[in-house]
């Protein structure tokens, strides 16, 4: 009893950045609508164009950040799971022993990462086999697809099948506070210049402007980070450790060009580029590696072709995904 309570508490103290955050943004709303454009603002102009460019940034802001919350953790599919009596004998083997089982069972499976062994990577919390780019979460309690990190602000783990949305939920929580820390910059500077007021408007004004810069500075550094990895088609686990293939480490094996990394994120469908909707390439379990050796027109077309698929090319394979990796390159061979 005692422990299932102790995961209950965890797991409402784990919404309290979540409900923080929500707060902010339900008092912003106070401020910046009623205070700032109903009460404040004199030009019956000027408010309808605040107004007008606001709420869509709002909605935008909410919607990623609500798509980032709820979006459920990328699985990893029953086929990467050892049966019982494999995992029985992974506990009992030897490290080599271990390595033996682990190349059996993957041999069918698309899998590229290695260990520094050279064996496949294995989860012995979840007893599976890891897919490309899969790590274990010792919050969620599970191997996640494509995972980047796992976020208190979001009480989620930011991977495979939310990672457009979180980029999103920043850029569009930049643009918040950048919108609302303009607009209210010449109130701000008019009511800290006529000094104390017992007026509390004046003093949502002031907070409002301090509060949106304060999260802007921060979420710069954050966006332009996400931004950063997004073109180099890296996770922030890749960053920090360079993914392994049969070659070595190699942390550009999974960069196909900025526009090819772009589009693997946020699809091929411009219209929804910029749209809290689900448009990334691929099912997260296999992914299309760079090339030094192909012909870079071809792979460019087998790519182009693999995303308006919806990641799936001929035979439900993907363009580089049941190679080898060599040399810095892949070989299809």
């Not at 008092?27 to 000027?46: G, L």
């Not at 495979?160 to 939920?169: A, M, P, Q, T």
């Not at 918040?176 to 007021?197: D, M, N, P, R």
């Not at 890296?234 to 090819?260: H, V, Y």
Request: hydrophobic share 40%.
């Amino acid at each position: 009893m005692a422990p299932r309570a102790l995961t209950i508490c965890c797991d409402i103290v784990r919404w309290i950045p979540v409900v923080f955050i929500t707060a902010i943004i339900v008092w912003s709303y106070y401020a910046y609508v009623v205070q700032m454009c109903f009460f404040t603002v004199e030009s019956i102009a000027e408010k309808v164009i605040y107004l007008l460019i606001y709420h869509p940034i709002l909605v935008l802001f909410l919607w990623s950040y609500g798509k980032t919350i709820f979006a459920p953790i990328g699985a990893v599919p029953r086929q990467f799971y050892l049966s019982k009596s494999d995992a029985d004998k992974m506990s009992r083997e030897t490290v080599e022993g271990q390595k033996a089982i682990l190349v059996n069972v993957a041999k069918d499976l698309p899998v590229l990462n290695r260990t520094q062994s050279g064996s496949p990577r294995y989860c012995e919390k979840c007893h599976c086999v890891k897919p490309d780019r899969c790590h274990h979460c010792s919050v969620c309690g599970q191997c996640v697809l494509k995972m980047d990190h796992h976020c208190p602000w979001v009480n989620n783990c930011v991977g495979f099948s939310n990672y457009k949305f979180f980029v999103l939920f920043l850029g569009y929580g930049l643009l918040y506070c950048f919108y609302v820390a303009a607009t209210s910059l010449q109130y701000f500077i008019l009511f800290w210049k006529s000094g104390v007021s017992k007026d509390m408007g004046h003093f949502h004004i002031l907070f409002l402007f301090f509060v949106a810069v304060m999260f802007g500075i921060s979420l710069i550094s954050l966006f332009g980070y996400h931004c950063y990895l997004t073109a180099c088609n890296r996770s922030t686990l890749e960053s920090f450790r360079a993914p392994i293939f049969q070659s070595g480490p190699d942390k550009n094996g999974f960069s196909l060009g900025k526009f090819n990394n772009f589009t693997e994120v946020f699809g091929v469908d411009k219209k929804l580029w910029f749209i809290p909707v689900f448009t990334s390439a691929g099912d997260g379990i296999s992914y299309p590696t760079r090339t030094i050796d192909l012909d870079s027109d071809g792979l460019l077309a087998d790519r182009q072709r693999w995303m308006e698929e919806g990641g799936e090319s001929d035979g439900g394979e993907k363009p580089g995904s049941y190679g080898t990796h060599e040399n810095g390159g892949f070989n299809l061979a």
